[in-house]
C-alpha cells in the first residue's frame, strides 16, 4: 500500500539557517510526488511536484526537493529561511497516472522559525 | 496558477441545521473533486472524491447521509453537512483536479464549521 512519512512532527531553524525537511515514501513504481505549504486556517499550496526527469526541482520560494528513488525520499529544502516560511508543510504522493488525482498525505511538519 | 474558490470561510450554526460549502474551480475544469476534513494539529483526513456527474466515493467510515456531495459541473461541487452537531465542528478543505495523472490537487482555503 502506498504511503508517506515525514519523521519530523517539529522542527525549529533560525531565520537565514537552511532548512531540509525530510519525506519518505512507500510505493511500488515511480509516484507523483508533491511538496505542500498550509499557514493556520488556510488551504494548502502547491510547492513543487517531481514526475519524472530531473530529480532535483525547484519550486517556489524559494524551496528545492530531490527525489532519490534507491532511498524512496523526497525531501524538502531551503538555502535561506525566512520568518514567513513558518507553517505546516504536507509531503504527499500520487499513485499512478490512472488514479485520478487521489494523495496520500504524510502527517505533516511544524516549522517554526526563530528570529 | 490553478484557483480554487471556497465559500464560506467561516460558518457559525445551531445544532441541527444544514450547512452547504461550494468549491469552485475559477479557471480550469475540474473533472474530479475532493473532499477533505483537518483536525487541529492533524494531517488531511479524505472525506469523498467527486467526480462530475457521477456520484461521489466515500472513504470508510464517512457517513453519505450526513455528507451530501454534489458535483453537477466541471467547476463546482459542494459538501451539505446534513443535521449538524458539535462534533461535526471542524475544519472543511476542498481540492480540484483536472483528471490528468500526475496533475497536482488544487486547494480552497477551507471552511471553519462551527457548531453550537
Known amino acids: 500500500a502506498q504511503s508517506v512519512t515525514q519523521p519530523d512532527i517539529h522542527i525549529t531553524v533560525s531565520e537565514g539557517a537552511s532548512l531540509e525537511l525530510r519525506c519518505n515514501y512507500s510505493?511500488?513504481?515511480?509516484?507523483?510526488l508533491f511538496w505542500y505549504v498550509q499557514s493556520p486556517g488556510q488551504g494548502l499550496q502547491l510547492l513543487l511536484k517531481y514526475f519524472s526527469g530531473d530529480t532535483l526541482v525547484q519550486g517556489i520560494k524559494g524551496f528545492e526537493a530531490e527525489f532519490k528513488r534507491s532511498q524512496s525520499s523526497f525531501n524538502l529544502r531551503k538555502p535561506s529561511v525566512h520568518w514567513s516560511d513558518a507553517a505546516e508543510y504536507f509531503c504527499a504522493v500520487q499513485g499512478g497516472y490512472n488514479q485520478g488525482g487521489k494523495l496520500i498525505f504524510g502527517q505533516g511538519t511544524e516549522l517554526s522559525v526563530k528570529p | 496558477g490553478a484557483v480554487v474558490s471556497q465559500h464560506p470561510s467561516w460558518v457559525i450554526c445551531k445544532s441541527g441545521t444544514s450547512v452547504k460549502i461550494e468549491c469552485r474551480s475559477l479557471?480550469?475544469?475540474?473533472?474530479?473533486m475532493f473532499w477533505y476534513r483537518q483536525f487541529p494539529k492533524q494531517s488531511l483526513m479524505l472525506m469523498a472524491t467527486?467526480?462530475?456527474?457521477?456520484?461521489?466515493?466515500?472513504e470508510q467510515g464517512v457517513e453519505k447521509d450526513k455528507f451530501l456531495i454534489n458535483h453537477a459541473s466541471l467547476t463546482l461541487s459542494t459538501l451539505t453537512v446534513t443535521s449538524a452537531h458539535p462534533e461535526d465542528s471542524s475544519f472543511y478543505i476542498c481540492s480540484a483536479h483536472s483528471g490528468q495523472g500526475g496533475q497536482p490537487q488544487h486547494f480552497g482555503d477551507g471552511t471553519r464549521l462551527s457548531i453550537l
Open positions: 479557471d480550469f475544469q475540474a473533472t474530479t
Open positions: 467527486s467526480n462530475e456527474g457521477s456520484k461521489a466515493t466515500y
Open positions: 510505493y511500488g513504481a515511480t509516484p507523483y
